[in-house]
């Protein structure tokens, strides 16, 4: 498996245009989480689904921020309007189970935003 | 509130010297700690595991600890290599959540 794969690698885009990141998971993985990462708050966990389904979307910063995930083999981030304080590092990460059950969350290599 | 305060949050040591990062936290019940590397521009991967009866654990140059009775972990690194250099995340799961609790890392330079 090539592991987790997210596109773009990089993203420019103003403020006020919608951004959508892209992530497929590893097959067989039943849980996909989608995380920040900024230098002054590090990783932050904003979803994560279960079987496809959003089990916990609480680390969403705001209804700006919204998340899909069609099938087993492909999610979205989107985010609209888009504001430079989006800026970051977002990381789509799966795994087999919960970090609980000791399971690993094998992360993709990353999109880097930035909102001008 | 749980929480993962990882020191020092930077480090520079020269290639061939060892280092230890540490580990505090408050996350209680206590499931599991992972240590995390994560190299420039990629995402990160983790180094070990370690359970609540695990005091110690081994990954090539890399040694974790844990002392779950005071809620404190290290990660020591042997005969630093420049490949070395990235941050250190260290994970805390438990805590009543499914949600672990992150580190915000200590960054790692190896010079030569």
């Known amino acids: 498996d090539a592991g987790v794969i997210q596109s773009p690698r990089h993203e420019v885009t103003e403020m006020g245009q919608e951004v959508t990141l892209r992530c497929k998971p590893i097959?067989?993985?039943?849980?996909l989480f989608w995380y920040r990462q900024t230098m002054m708050r590090g990783l932050e966990l904003l979803i994560y689904?279960?079987?496809?389904?959003?089990?916990?979307d609480s680390g969403m910063p705001e209804d700006r921020f919204s998340a899909k995930m069609p099938n087993a083999s492909f999610s979205t981030l989107k985010i609209q309007p888009s504001e430079p304080r989006d800026s970051a590092v977002y990381f789509c990460?799966?795994?087999?189970?919960?970090?609980?059950?000791?399971?690993?969350?094998?992360f993709g290599q990353g999109t880097r935003l930035t909102v001008v | 509130k749980n929480q993962v305060e990882q020191s020092p949050q930077s480090l520079i040591i020269l290639e061939g010297k060892n280092c230890t990062l540490q580990?505090?936290?408050?996350?209680?019940?206590?499931?599991?700690l992972r240590w995390y590397k994560q190299d420039t521009g990629r995402g990160p991967v983790s180094l070990t595991i370690?359970?609540?009866?695990?005091n110690t654990k081994s990954n090539g140059r890399y040694t974790a600890t844990l002392d779950a009775d005071t809620k404190q972990s290290s990660l020591h690194i042997t005969a630093s290599q420049l490949s070395d250099s990235a941050s250190y995340i260290c994970v805390v799961s438990g805590g009543g959540s499914y949600i672990p609790t992150f580190g915000r890392g200590t960054s790692l330079i190896v010079h030569p």
């Open positions: 097959s067989g993985h039943d849980y």
């Open positions: 990460a799966s795994s087999l189970g919960v970090a609980e059950e000791n399971t690993e969350a094998f």
């Open positions: 580990c505090n936290y408050t996350v209680s019940p206590f499931s599991n």
């Open positions: 689904f279960n079987n496809n389904v959003p089990i916990d």
């Open positions: 370690m359970t609540f009866s695990e």
